[in-house]
């Protein structure tokens, strides 16, 4: 608002100066409230009418359709988004559950919200309720959830069933906790020569081994000659009273396809201490390097030679090539293989990426704690990184092994004592039918122990 000159000029000619002052300040007051009233009607918007308009949001609606899974001393609700959110947008939801007069909350931006810190066994009644800039809304109908503590044995299958064998391996289930797996044993690994036990074939001994003073012979890598296996497992393992001593033979299979026995060798001495190379050229030149145990910790022996002819592929310890393919550098250790009573085999690194020690396993090579696939931590196997003793691998099982399975590993074991009988003389049948007699002896006097079915 301004005052017209002319005004002013009328002012000053035609009054006194004391009603001149008086005129000044009230027309003083009358600019300055009228300026005011205009820069708020601006800040308002414009307009009276913005300056009376009154805010119509409230509190949003119920969530609806409401369900509630139990869990180990927690509840997850699932629910949809209330109907109507009150004209303003739902910031948080809060799942609510009670028992008697203790309420136990949890909170989230959206579906579906755990609960925890509840008891196992305890009916809950649970609801949900959603918050916007107003305030908290209603809550939805109640439903009723009991906790209960999940059994361990049973998170076992779910993962087992994502596993990534490798082709050489079939995978079937019969049941919700039987696993069958056949593999042919061959490796996706090998050198090309070994040194094993010498033979009619390959007679010269060319190395010792340093620790059980076992003599070997240069052999070449033979895939036709190695035999596969089956094998049936249950997979929802559990701990038993007691402690069973590892076999002789296969005790667990890798992703790979390849058997894991314990540490030793029919020498009695642990296979990764008693390991030796030998370097050689062929008629040709070629240099080669031929290792008891190669860069993998995997070798054939004649297991099953008195058997079926053939050899069982297999570690004494940590395959390191298979672990390597799937464990990032210095990251956590993936599960990698499954043991014969069901529980789960890994390598040496933990959640963290860390080198697991020693003293932090049990005497069978168990821990509990959390991996990759099991977050929440399960009971597992691990194999250790850079151990060549009686803890390379499996020194027992702390699951149930089915008598059937350690039958056989005894006859196996027996089979194994007496391969060097058939090596010294390949071709000679009358041996070959004395190993089988002192095979078929061992399975008599499992039988009449009581342990083969």
């Given at each position: 608002?301004?005052?017209?000159?002319s005004?002013?000029?009328?002012l000053?000619?035609?009054?006194?100066a004391a009603?001149?002052t008086?005129?000044a300040?009230w027309?003083?007051r009358t600019?300055?409230g009228c300026?005011?009233?205009?820069?708020?009607?601006?800040?308002a918007?414009?307009?009276?009418?913005?300056?009376?308009a009154?805010?119509?949001?409230?509190?949003?609606?119920?969530?609806?359709?409401?369900?509630?899974t139990?869990?180990?001393a927690?509840?997850?609700?699932?629910?949809s988004a209330?109907?109507?959110?009150?004209?303003?947008?739902?910031s948080?939801?809060?799942?609510t559950?009670?028992a008697?007069?203790?309420?136990t909350?949890?909170?989230?931006?959206?579906?579906?919200?755990?609960?925890?810190?509840l008891?196992?066994?305890?009916?809950?009644?649970?609801?949900?309720?959603?918050?916007?800039s107003?305030?908290i809304?209603?809550?939805?109908?109640?439903?009723?959830?009991?906790?209960?503590?999940?059994?361990?044995a049973?998170?076992y299958p779910?993962?087992?069933k994502?596993?990534a064998?490798d082709?050489t391996?079939s995978?079937?289930?019969?049941?919700?906790c039987t696993?069958?797996?056949?593999?042919?044993?061959?490796?996706?690994?090998?050198d090309?020569?070994?040194l094993a036990p010498?033979?009619?074939a390959?007679?010269t001994v060319?190395?010792?081994?340093?620790?059980?003073?076992?003599q070997l012979?240069?052999v070449?890598?033979?895939p036709?000659?190695?035999t596969g296996?089956?094998?049936?497992?249950?997979?929802?393992?559990?701990?038993?009273a007691s402690n069973t001593?590892?076999n002789?033979?296969?005790?667990?299979?890798?992703?790979?396809g390849?058997?894991i026995?314990?540490?030793?060798?029919?020498s009695?001495?642990p296979a990764m201490?008693?390991?030796?190379?030998?370097?050689?050229?062929?008629?040709?030149g070629t240099?080669?390097?031929a290792?008891?145990i190669?860069?993998?910790?995997?070798?054939?022996t004649?297991?099953n030679v008195t058997?079926?002819?053939?050899?069982n592929w297999?570690?004494?310890?940590?395959?390191?090539?298979l672990a390597?393919?799937?464990?990032?550098?210095n990251?956590?250790?993936?599960?990698?293989g499954?043991?014969?009573?069901?529980?789960?085999?890994y390598?040496g690194r933990d959640?963290?990426?860390?080198?697991?020690?020693?003293?932090?396993?049990?005497?069978?090579?168990?821990i509990?704690?959390?991996?990759?696939?099991?977050?929440?931590?399960?009971?597992?196997?691990?194999?250790p990184?850079?151990v060549?003793?009686?803890?390379?691998?499996?020194?027992?099982y702390s699951?149930t092994?089915?008598?059937v399975?350690?039958?056989?590993a005894?006859?196996a074991?027996?089979?194994r004592r007496?391969?060097?009988?058939?090596?010294?003389?390949?071709g000679?049948?009358?041996?070959?039918?004395r190993?089988?007699a002192?095979?078929?002896?061992?399975a008599?006097?499992?039988?009449?122990?009581?342990?083969?079915?």
């Open positions: 608002m301004s005052i017209p000159a005004f002013t000029r009328l000053t000619q035609m009054t006194p009603t001149r008086t005129i300040l027309l003083l600019t300055v300026i005011t009233l205009s820069v708020l009607a601006g800040c918007g414009g307009g009276s009418s913005a300056t009376n009154v805010s119509t949001a409230s509190v949003p609606g119920a969530p609806t359709a409401v369900t509630a139990a869990g180990d927690s509840s997850s609700l699932s629910f209330p109907a109507a959110n009150g004209g303003a947008t739902i948080a939801y809060t799942a559950c009670t008697g007069s203790i309420s909350t949890g909170s989230g931006f959206a579906s579906p919200v755990s609960v925890s810190g008891t196992n066994g305890t009916l809950y009644a649970c609801s949900v309720s959603a918050t916007n107003v305030g809304g209603a809550e939805s109908t109640s439903i009723s959830v009991t906790p209960a503590a999940t059994s361990a049973s998170v779910a993962v087992y994502t596993l064998w082709a391996v995978v079937t289930y019969s049941g919700s696993m069958t797996l056949s593999t042919t044993g061959v490796p996706a690994y090998h090309a020569y070994y010498p033979n009619t390959y007679p060319v190395a010792t081994a340093p620790v059980s003073g076992l012979a240069v070449p890598y033979k036709s000659a190695i296996s089956t094998a049936t497992i249950n997979i929802c393992p559990t701990k038993a001593a590892t002789m033979g296969a005790i667990g299979y890798m992703l790979s390849e058997a026995f314990n540490a030793y060798e029919g009695g001495t201490s008693d390991n030796v190379s030998y370097t050689f050229s062929d008629s040709g240099r080669y390097t290792s008891f190669d860069k993998c910790n995997s070798h054939a004649p297991l058997l079926n002819g053939g050899y297999h570690y004494h310890g940590i395959p390191t090539c390597e393919s799937v464990d990032p550098a990251g956590p250790s993936h599960l990698i499954i043991a014969l009573d069901g529980f789960p085999i390598g959640i963290n990426g860390n080198i697991i020690s020693l003293a932090a396993l049990d005497s069978c090579n168990g509990t704690s959390p991996t990759p696939e099991f977050p929440s931590g399960v009971y597992h196997y691990v194999l990184l850079n060549t003793n009686k803890q390379s691998s499996l020194t027992c699951g092994v089915s008598q399975k350690l039958a056989l005894k006859a074991a027996c089979s007496y391969a060097s009988l058939f090596e010294s003389r390949d000679d049948l009358l041996d070959r039918k190993t089988f002192k095979v078929g002896y061992v008599r006097t499992a039988r009449a122990d009581g342990l083969l079915l």
